[in-house]
């Protein structure tokens, strides 16, 4: 069997300040050790599941933030920054399943820890045909793409209600509560780690309960912006991408990658 694992950092747990998600940050090297402490786990509940052939994309950031000499030997990771396009290295229709370990809920949401989507900083919310939609909605439908179903999102209390939303039967793990978007009651790590482990196995032995996210085209993308010179500096080619307004741009194709591509 094999899984696809997609990681990101904001809903690992023992993780909610600014501090320990940056390099160079006071927290960072402690957050990841965290993070890596939670791959491993991962991947333990994986290979007793009888998972035999495991891909980890490290998704925060500029993708480099898992400690490589303390991962598990049992997998193969994706580290270093990647575009939309080739956002999950490796990927194809071969993969039974994938899974969102350490996700966060999507910009604008109330009490969710450091929401926002792809970017703290460029904007405020996208809309993909006409629903709101965040890293695990565009995610879910990347993996979809090549028939591949996500069986497990992790993060927040609010990142598993947009899971349970976005993907009809998904198995969720809650490792913290936020109460805003810097605070939050945080489960233990070394009880998530307890945990997690089952639920991945769970994951995994209930996968057929879940289907690969799709989306019909043609795709229409809105963007919602913070500040109008950031749309001042983008080309608009009065078709493919307009500018709606002030703060607000659209994009289109049939092709969902070329969507995203040129949007984001
Ligand atoms: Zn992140």
Redesign the pocket.
């Known amino acids: 069997m094999k899984v696809y694992v997609s990681v990101?950092?904001?809903g690992i747990a023992g993780i909610l300040l600014p501090e320990q998600?940056k390099k160079g940050e006071l927290y960072y090297e402690e957050a990841r050790k965290l993070l890596t402490t939670e791959v491993n786990v991962v991947i333990e509940g994986l290979l007793e599941a009888g998972v035999n052939d495991i891909y980890v994309k490290d998704?925060?950031?500029t993708g480099f933030n898992f400690i490589a000499s303390e991962l598990h030997h049992g997998a193969r990771y994706c580290m270093g920054a990647t575009n939309v396009s080739n956002r999950f290295p490796g990927l194809d229709s071969t993969f039974d399943g994938a899974m969102l370990i350490?996700y966060?809920a999507m910009g604008g949401t109330e009490y969710a820890i450091?929401d926002?989507t792809m970017t703290s900083v460029g904007w405020q919310s996208i809309h993909l045909n006409g629903r709101p939609i965040g890293?695990i909605g565009i995610d879910s439908l990347l993996f979809g793409l090549h028939n591949v179903p996500v069986l497990i999102v992790t993060g927040d209390k609010k990142t598993c209600a947009e899971a349970i939303e976005e993907i009809p039967n998904v198995r969720t793990y809650e490792t913290k509560e936020g109460f805003g978007r810097h605070a939050a009651l945080i489960k233990p790590p070394k009880l998530v780690y307890r945990e997690l482990k089952e639920s991945i196995k769970e994951s995994i032995a209930t996968r057929t309960n879940v289907m690969p996210t799709t989306l019909d085209a043609p795709y229409e993308l809105v963007m919602k912006f913070l500040s109008t010179d950031q749309l001042d500096q983008r080309y608009f080619d009065g078709t493919r991408s307009k500018r709606i307004d002030g703060l607000t741009a659209s994009y289109s194709s049939d092709d969902i990658i070329e969507v995203l591509s040129i949007a984001l």
């Open positions: 990101d950092m904001e998600l998704a925060h950031g350490g966060h450091r926002h890293e």
